[in-house]
């Protein structure tokens, strides 16, 4: 893994982490908002299995989390250009980070 990845997954964890308490805590009074919470979820443990096990299983539960986020972005009425940044923008720079490095995870 390449040092520039590992930075960036690094960033992706710690932001994500502060999401989803930020969203547990909304979810508490907005139960409609559990959705946001599993989503969240989704993408931490690809992030955990692509930082901490090197797992390529890691990389397709970011990106069918960042598309389900895309989509409950849009669907809540949320800004398009921010979910697309959030949906595909994300996925994308792990995915130029990861590519020379492809074969070496598992």
Known sequence: MTKPLKIWLWIVFIFNIVGEVANILVAIYEP???????????????????LFKQKKTGFYLLCVASVLGMILNIASGSNIAYAIISGIIMPLIIWLLMRKTWNEFT
């Open 32 to 50: 409609s908002l559990v959705l946001y919470v599993v989503v969240e979820a989704i993408i931490l443990i690809g992030v955990i299995l692509l």
